[in-house]
């Protein structure tokens, strides 16, 4: 039986080419690829700065920590068809998540927040969500709220409104390049995304374990002119963050930038199998979800109402297919008894889970 699996990833001699030249150099760790990897990201994203990640889910983790919210700060999010890691970090940096409910339009957060704060925002400081399966919420209603905001871009890479990319309307975007998203860096690794020079410092200390030197990848020891200045610290290991090292290698960043050359073919392609899909697949007993001008869809959603038995015939004929990720994230064992705030009945987030 022929198979047909949920994602697949797409390389060719490229990648295998830029990934041997960097296992003949003398350097493996993020270098010379990484630095112009991380430049040719943001050049193509429209943004300032970017920071290579080993992960999507570390780039949420850094973005959490870089805003420097007081503990016990409020930061509102979803449960609906939400990813752990767009939640977890605001639950590990002590702070406590406001749950509100999504759009079964997008399945993406809710865009009204008067519920919320009629029930009193005081202690809120960020909103983070995610522009799930590459759709996006009308990004209008951040401007009203006066909060930072984090944008989860892991499945949007290359999704726009208004002529305007995901992830360029907040403080902070985070993008992953993990094998199944709209490109990868070899399998795994993730992005942090800003206009903010201070957020950038900010994020690229975290992830390099927290120390204050800015030098870029491959830059020579002179170059540090504030190496000796802080007696009687070598300020290439002076620490000012508390951090970790969620670093990219250099074969990775050499992948994904060859993949970013390819990554609007890839769009164009994503585009084209959901509307072969779509017109296939249009049936009004079917939950399917339009596409908005500009977006670039990750996956072909279908709300139906019996998950698993449509997900065993289509696993029987040979079909990969998958949950939209947690359904309700609050439903699962982990998030039960978490410290949290909830507006709302979530029903829609319920909905999705069954």
């Not at 996956?299 to 698993?308: R, W």
């Not at 015939?313 to 998030?335: D, E, M, Q, V, W």
Request: net charge positive; glycine share 10%; proline share 4%.
């Amino acid at each position: 039986m022929k198979k047909y699996p949920y994602a697949q990833v797409l390389y060719g001699q490229a990648e295998i080419k830029a990934v041997n030249k960097v296992l003949m150099s003398d350097w493996l760790s993020g270098h010379k690829e990484t630095v112009k990897f991380e430049e040719k990201l943001a050049k193509w994203w429209g943004m300032k700065y970017a920071v290579s990640t080993n992960s999507g889910s570390s780039a949420n983790f850094i973005a959490v920590q870089s805003l420097e919210l007081p503990k016990g700060s409020e930061v509102i999010t979803t449960p609906g068809g939400a990813f752990p890691t767009t939640v977890s970090p605001i639950i590990y940096h002590g702070l406590k998540p406001v749950f509100v409910d999504i759009d079964l339009d997008t399945l993406c957060i809710e865009e009204s927040l008067e519920g919320l704060y009629s029930v009193g925002t005081r202690n809120v400081g960020a909103i983070i969500f995610a522009h799930t399966l590459g759709n996006m919420p009308s990004m209008e209603f951040i401007k009203y709220y006066g909060l930072k905001v984090i944008e989860d871009c892991c499945d949007a890479m290359g999704s726009e409104q208004d002529g305007k990319k995901a992830g360029t309307f907040g403080d902070l975007a985070t993008v992953s390049f993990y094998a199944a998203h709209t490109m990868t860096s070899g399998g795994e690794g993730g992005a942090i995304l800003t206009n903010d020079y201070e957020l950038y410092l900010k994020c690229r200390s975290i992830r390099d374990w927290g120390r204050a030197c800015y030098c870029k990848y491959g830059m020579p020891l002179p170059a540090c002119k504030d190496r000796f200045k802080i007696k009687p610290f070598d300020h290439r290991y002076y620490y000012t963050n508390l951090g970790m090292n969620l670093k990219l290698t250099e074969m990775q960043a050499a992948f994904g930038r060859e993949q970013l050359k390819r990554v609007n073919g890839f769009i164009k392609k994503r585009k084209r199998n959901y509307k072969v899909l779509q017109y296939e697949l249009h049936r009004e007993d079917l939950g399917i979800i339009e596409l908005e001008k500009g977006i670039v869809p990750f996956a072909f959603p279908l709300l139906v109402k019996n998950k698993n038995e449509v997900m065993k015939r289509l696993t029987k004929k040979g079909i990969g297919c998958r949950s939209i990720f947690t359904g309700n994230l609050l439903k699962h064992p982990a998030y039960k008894d978490i410290d949290c705030r909830i507006v709302g009945d979530l029903k829609n987030s319920d909905k999705l889970f069954n």
